[in-house]
């Protein structure tokens, strides 16, 4: 897929960047009460420590809620809908949730999967394939958990 959009990368999101591209799902955690934080940020929201560490996750995850967009759309997603937009809550912490799309395997198509096999609760795990731009994210493959 060629999107008309560049992730954001800056300070505080390039370690995030910097594990994907390995293929790594790391969310930033605060060294001070140690709680997960996603989007990252510079202050903890709950201790307001400016302490942080990025700590490897499992990649497993729930589908909390999902949409499927339909044309018209931005040209450079039309060719590959209707697709799967899934919000996904990790196993770690239900409260970080990650947006991506639902694919068969690493560097799957996003419009093969279709809505009627997916349900809220569903397991998933992250997969890191093609990047857009230089800027690898996740994606979600259903799983037995």
Request: aromatic share 8%; glycine share 6%; hydrophobic share 40%.
């Amino acid at each position: 897929m060629t999107a008309a959009f560049s992730p954001m990368e800056d300070p505080e999101t390039a370690p995030f960047f910097e594990a994907a591209r390995r293929g790594e799902l790391r969310i930033q955690a605060c060294t001070n009460c140690a709680r997960l934080r996603f989007p990252p940020r510079p202050m903890c929201p709950w201790c307001h420590s400016l302490d942080s560490e990025w700590q490897r996750q499992s990649g497993r995850g729930r589908i909390w809620s999902f949409a499927v967009p339909h044309p018209p759309l931005l040209p450079p997603f039309a060719e590959e809908a209707p697709y799967v937009v899934a919000v996904i809550e990790l196993d770690e912490d239900p409260l970080i949730r990650l947006v991506g799309n639902i694919v068969r395997e690493v560097d799957g198509s996003i419009g093969v999967v279709p809505s009627s096999e997916l349900s809220i609760g569903a397991g998933v795990t992250a997969v890191f394939g093609k990047s857009i731009e230089g800027f690898p994210v996740p994606q979600w493959v259903m799983s037995a958990n």
